[in-house]
């Protein structure tokens, strides 16, 4: 009887594990559904083409909370190059991922500026369930004037590389995480010039924060990766980048990471 009972048991775990395991391969289609639907591909935008990348934490399913986006803006050679980071890992952070993407997207189109389009995305993110403590900046790049505008929502500072190699963070417009604000109060906004031949990284703390490390070591690391190493093509950029960045096992959080050669 005894041993009746163990063979029953251990079939029902057996059975068990079986269901597990075809829910969790079920819930994997549909993380790489989302990621296919919600992060645009590699593309060029304008005559400029740009590299991306996107690594899940480790042990994360292969979608998270954090995004990248490139739009095409009206009027003369001009896009518009943004990264966010949702609080969270899995599907629900995926979700309102998704949105703060598409309507980021959709605002720069029609705003004047970064720091208008974040307004709208800011005043947007305060009603959705999930979007606490988000962040993103977002860049408006006159290829015809050679300047870029700016403007940050508590996010890490894009690196510009210039020509000549020198180094500079956009770092002079950041404000608040998108939530912070329900009331419409304008948020900042900064610009650069550059010149041609320049490379523009947008990228997501996880490729630059490490647990007991200040941010500026990681900072100097990524300026450096891509100073380092500008003349590369972008594809192979952005594998240098990530392989001299991130730890040999994977980082703890989400990485994206989004590249341009103006």
């Known amino acids: 009887m005894l ?3 163990l063979y029953t048991r251990a079939r029902e775990l057996q ?18 559904a989302l990621q296919e639907a919600m992060l645009p591909a590699p593309r060029q935008v304008g005559h400029h083409r740009a590299a991306v990348r996107y690594r899940p934490a480790v042990g994360a399913l292969n979608v998270c909370g954090d995004w990248y986006d490139l739009v095409d803006l009206v009027g003369g050679d001009r896009i518009g190059v943004s990264v966010g980071d949702v609080v969270g890992h899995g599907l629900a ?17 029609v705003s004047a500026g970064p720091a208008q389009a974040l307004d709208v995305l800011g005043r947007y993110a305060h009603v959705i369930d999930g ?6 900046v977002t860049t408006f790049i006159d290829c015809d004037r050679h300047v870029i505008t700016y403007s940050s929502a508590g996010h890490p500072p894009p ?15 950041t404000d608040t995480p998108l939530d912070a604000r329900p009331d419409p109060i ?8 550059f010149s041609p031949g320049a490379t523009l990284a947008l990228y997501t703390d996880g490729l630059i924060e490490r647990r007991r490390e200040d941010i500026d ?3 100097g690391r990524l300026a450096d990766a891509l100073r380092d190493h500008r003349d590369q093509d972008l594809e192979t950029l952005a594998d240098t ?20 050669r103006l």
């Open 3 to 5: 041993e009746a009972e």
């Open 217 to 219: 070591t990681g900072l």
């Open 131 to 136: 979007a606490e403590s988000a962040t993103a």
């Open 15 to 32: 059975e068990l594990n079986e269901r597990l395991r075809q829910a969790h391969s079920r819930e994997r289609e549909v993380a790489l």
């Open 93 to 109: 952070a995926a979700g309102v991922m998704g949105q703060l993407r598409s309507a980021l997207s959709a605002a720069s189109r």
């Open 186 to 193: 304008r948020r900042p906004q900064a610009e650069t010039t």
């Open 241 to 260: 980048v990530l392989s001299e960045l991130l730890p040999p096992g994977g980082a703890t959080d989400d990485t994206a990471l989004i590249i341009v």
């Open 159 to 173: 690196v510009l590389v210039h020509a000549d190699g020198r180094t500079e963070f956009l770092d002079q417009a």
